[in-house]
Nanobody
């Protein structure tokens, strides 16, 4: 397992941008697939994006707007979120697993989450 810490959430207006960070401590993050999930109040947690080596995946609602990337030198994975919509409002979690997957059970380590609120 690897310890993960998310940061970068906050309040942003519709159409704005945020960059979320997922930092690993003690372990080398690039040895794992890193997925981003989100959960809004009253809704089920859903996969957003995932990165594993050259494999990058995006859920349909965020395609063309979100970009996942990795900085191995900083041991950090980023989720750049552009053209944000109110429906993007959720608590965002990063998770580590063996390969990219949309299934939460495939990820063994999870961060504590960071809140993203998109509102005027």
């Amino acid at each position: 397992q690897v310890q993960l810490v998310e940061s970068g959430g906050g309040l942003v207006q519709p159409g704005g941008s945020l960059r979320l960070s997922c930092a690993a401590s003690e372990f080398t993050l690039d040895a794992y697939a890193i997925g981003w999930f989100r959960q809004a109040p009253g809704k089920e947690r859903e996969g957003v994006s995932c990165i594993w080596s050259s494999d990058r995946r995006y859920a349909d609602p965020v395609k063309g707007r979100f970009t996942i990337s990795r900085d191995n030198g900083k041991n950090t994975v980023y989720l750049q979120m552009n053209s944000l919509k109110p429906e993007d409002t959720a608590n965002y979690y990063c998770a580590a697993g063996p390969v990219c997957s949309w299934f939460q059970a495939d990820f063994s380590s999870w961060g504590q989450g960071t809140q993203v609120t998109v509102s005027s």
